[in-house]
């Protein structure tokens, strides 16, 4: 039954909420007492003026001030208790929707990360703090209070019969304003968050090419765009501002007219004789309680709007498949033998494969160059590989096994990687070394750094391995960087290492002290290298040339450097003709395939 009450993307949100119904229903009667007590101030008003005033009863009007002042702090004592209660609600649905999103967010494949822009995602964390403030801030109290609506109505019929027919008008018209500006200012706040959206996109790729943008002088053309959706989202933001204004106006007037029936029909009750006056005075205090949770329930349906939005959203991303997180079979140390079956792949169903149809065999051990021109689909070969992508057709092998039987954090031991860009984080350099494994010793962390030469570097620095990279590594060098990121890789020496443009940030002696060091791994590490750098090509036993997302070459190097050259000519003596094929061994290339010395097996 509750399942059929809530939609499908709010069944996330249930085993959160379970826990707390408890603490809830504790708040619920700690604001039945809060609500109980607020009738204390009309009774209070009521007595007096019906029996102190016209009775001169002073000793009367001591008890009841007595009274009220103990009530007054007993309900201060209560409201205070309900808030620290409503503050661990918070805390805790901070803490668990939070954890959960962190944990979706990072186990969710690259390829659907990658399918959205970066604010989109920055849009998710925003939606933990709709969820928390709104089932533990002001909303959830109005929620509470709701309910006792109708006991101040019961009670004003019971004080005032012959007015209360007022309220029984006006509390309908309160909830059709409420309805029909949550629904109009719900659609406005939609397209505010899309313009939005776009104007933070914008935003991020500037923050992360400033550099890039100060140095080529782009500002004032990005300038222009930033300004057009800066504006749109402006008029959006005006024009759901504007909306919601209206209906909290509307409110506040239908509040005013309550107050004007309220002592205009009160008045001929009086002069009628058919009410006191005590008993008007009453009533339109307790109409403020009455209207003041229809008020606010005006002006919070958009919060209720954006709540039910965010669950959505947060949902959504709940749903979506994770990558394995236990695997099905327990595999030691593998040797390092890379096999891909027609592997093809593709970004999206309507558009054509990066990579088609691509088979070879690497023996554990050797030094393999993958080459081509840009967009060959080098990069998401080596993704395919690592296993962060998954092939539409075909498999990848790790030592005769399917990689996708493997949890990620299985196959990151396994295949060490290193991007094109240096991905590092804001924080030490030990902690960048060890965030993939942080039981990593002192001892595996500075021989990981010793390997590629950045250890004397690093001890350099103020603080030495504890000293502070700034963001994304800004405090040291392009080449100090790429080297950090290398030692990254290396830390717990898997076996196979995935290497794309290594160098390019090296110059070129700490290049060929890169190639000496794969040189030295080759001997017991399948390597695998993206690269047009000639001195680690050189230092390349095999390769692997891929042309639109095919192989053309593969197998030895010294065998394969001549055609591509051959090719390359063929092209510039040619510029203006259509561009020939890159010649191949057979129509179907064979597999490349080493030996533990790096020949090439028949």
Known sequence: ???????????????????????????????????????????????????????????????????????LVFDYSLRQARSKVMQRVAL????????????????????????????????????????????????????????????????????????????????????????????????????????????????????AGRTTIKALAMDKTLEKTWEDRHADNIENSIIRGGKADAYTNLGMTLTLMTTIALTTVGAIAIINQELTMGALIATNMLSGRLLGPMNQLVGSWRTFGGFKQSVERLGTLFELPVERQESSVEMGRPQGLISLDKVSFSYGQDLDPVVSEVSFTLK??????????????????????????????GRVLLDKADIKQFTRSQLASWIGYVPQECALLHGSVRDNLAFSRPEASDEEIIAACKATGVHDTIIDLPDGYASDIGEAGRRLSGGQRQRLTISRALLGDPPVLLLDEPSGSLDRQAEEELRDLLVKLAKDHTIILVTHSPILLGACANMIVMDQGRIALAGATKDVLPKLAQSTQQKKATPNAAQPPIPQSNPSPPPAATDKKGEPQP
């Open 1 to 71: 039954m509750e399942s059929q009450m809530l939609p499908q993307s709010f069944n996330w949100l249930k085993p959160i909420v379970k826990p707390l119904l408890k603490t809830f229903r504790e708040v619920m009667g700690m604001s039945f007492f809060i609500n109980m007590l607020a009738l204390a101030v009309p009774v209070f008003v009521l007595q007096v003026y019906d029996r102190v005033v016209f009775n001169g009863g002073i000793e009367t009007l001591k008890g009841l001030l007595i009274g009220i002042v103990l009530v």
């Open 92 to 207: 805790k649905i901070d803490v668990d929707v939070g954890r959960k999103l962190f944990k979706q967010f990072t186990q969710v494949p690259l390829h659907t990360l990658e399918s959205k822009p970066a604010a989109y995602w920055q849009t998710m964390f925003r939606d933990v703090d709709t969820v928390r403030n709104t089932l533990s801030g002001g909303t959830a109290i109005l929620l509470v209070d709701l309910p006792f609506v109708f006991l101040f109505l019961g009670l004003i019929l019971i004080l005032a019969l012959p007015i209360a027919w007022v309220f029984l008008i006006i509390l309908p018209l309160f909830l059709l304003v409420a309805w029909r500006s949550g629904k109009v200012i719900g659609n406005a706040s939609q397209e505010e968050k899309k313009t939005a959206l776009s104007r933070d996109d914008l935003i991020a790729g500037v923050i």
């Open 364 to 393: 554990p051990g050797g030094l393999t160059a993958l080459v081509g021109r840009n967009g060959s689909g080098k990069t998401t070969l080596v993704k395919l590989i690592q296993g962060l992508y998954i092939p539409q057709n």
